[in-house]
């Protein structure tokens, strides 16, 4: 079963469970057939421990899942507005359901595939836990698209395992931007920016 799909299969199951990081608490919803269904994952947390989000930013979520970077984003940028896309449906009613469950107001969230649902927007940063399974193919589409969608001196913010896949991410995101740099990790997940 594979959650970088437009509709997961299989039986639904529904799980429960909160996150504290960076001062904030939330409560959240998940469910069979969006990615790291039971918990938050370790790369989530790494990039969330260390994603640079500044208030009055446009932010984009990318592949949002069940909408914990979105959250958290749209949490330490009040003033701020953030856009959530998945292009799995059902990840998409899990961060809605998220959303109103934390009443988190200043975000927006659609379906569709990588940047369809935010075509001709800017961003002052672009970020994601991008979805390594889905294959390096998609990772590239996700990277060499992103400077279309940031404005000058945006950031993109991608969290991999740096022997798993995020050294080659890493040297793909050198390839479309000039400034590059790793901000942070633990448990062999490091965060990748990429500055506009």
């Not at 904030?24 to 790369?43: E, H, M, Q, T, Y």
């Not at 107001?105 to 991008?130: C, Q």
């Amino acid at each position: 079963m594979h959650y970088f799909s437009r509709k997961p299969e299989g039986e639904l199951r529904i799980y429960r469970f909160s996150i504290q990081v960076r001062g904030i608490s939330l409560k959240l919803v998940s469910a069979s057939g969006v990615f790291s269904a039971r918990r938050v994952d370790l790369g989530t947390k790494v990039l969330l421990e260390n994603m640079i989000v500044k208030d009055y930013w446009r932010i984009l979520d990318l592949g949002c899942g069940y909408g914990i970077i979105g959250l958290v984003a749209a949490k330490l940028a009040p003033h701020g507005f953030v856009i959530m896309t998945d292009i799995n449906k059902r990840a998409i009613k899990l961060a809605r359901i998220n959303a109103k469950l934390n009443k988190i107001k200043n975000i927006e969230i659609r379906h569709g595939d990588l940047y369809e649902p935010v075509e001709g927007e800017v961003f002052d940063t672009i970020i994601s836990n991008p979805p390594q399974a889905a294959g390096m193919r998609i990772i590239k589409r996700l990277i060499e698209g992103s400077i279309n969608y940031l404005k000058e001196g945006g950031l993109l913010q991608l969290v991999a395992r740096h022997n798993k896949g995020g050294k080659r991410m890493f040297d793909i995101m050198g390839q479309v931007f000039k400034d590059t740099y790793i901000l942070g990790g633990r448990g062999g997940y490091r965060v990748y920016i990429a500055r506009k």
